[in-house]
């Protein structure tokens, strides 16, 4: 297991302190950066690659 409890456990954390804080704006932002954080630490991780969801040598339909 990668931390991944614990990373639940403080994202849950985090989206609740941010509600508390600044209402529906806190929230949302809270809930941005724990997206992004989590598609950063995936890629980290060897999860995903970024570097190839994002080169401008994308081959595929279209």
């Not at 639940?8 to 609740?16: I, K, T």
């Not at 509600?19 to 932002?29: D, H, K, N």
């Amino acid at each position: 297991m990668r931390y991944a409890t614990l990373v639940g456990v403080l994202v849950g954390f985090l989206l609740a302190v941010g509600a508390l804080w600044a209402g529906i704006t806190g929230f949302l932002v809270v809930a941005v950066l724990c997206g992004v954080g989590g598609i950063v630490g995936a890629h980290l991780e060897g999860l995903i690659d970024l570097r190839a969801v994002f080169s401008s040598g994308h081959r595929g339909r279209g």
